[in-house]
């Protein structure tokens, strides 16, 4: 593994303010969207995790081959990974980050999850699943 930093801004509507963009220049704009994404993702998980009884640690993972998890969430050494990708579908090539982090952290990993721009929840193998972003503030 590489230690590597990771910046997030802690709002992204400030950010787009600062970079002077509407939301039509930041859709134009999708790699600069995927990295506000991730942020927000970010931001929304950090805040959920706040409600744990048990703390949650947040970090990232990549490696010397640059395979990455955006987030990497440690509880009571237990761990979970989270993707963010800006796109209505998801492949099992979008888990290689995931795949690689579970096989690093050998039996503490409890489950990789790729959030996406889509419409059903979809399992990719054994405690991988591609799920929809808004699901994090979805009613139960």
Known sequence: MIKTPKLHLGDTGLCCALLGLDADGLWQDRAL????????????????AGWQEDPIGFSHYRDK??????????SRGRIAGVEVKA??????????GLRRLRDAVEGRFDAGVV????????????????VPASTLWAGR
């Open 33 to 48: 969207f995927g990295q506000l994404l991730e942020t927000f993702l970010y931001q929304e998980l950090k805040r959920q």
């Open 65 to 74: 081959d640059k395979a990455e998890a955006d987030m990497v969430l440690e």
């Open 87 to 96: 796109a209505s579908t998801v492949s099992a090539a979008d888990f290689r």
């Open 115 to 130: 959030l996406y721009d889509g419409e059903a929840a979809v399992p990719f193998g054994k405690n991988l699943h591609a």
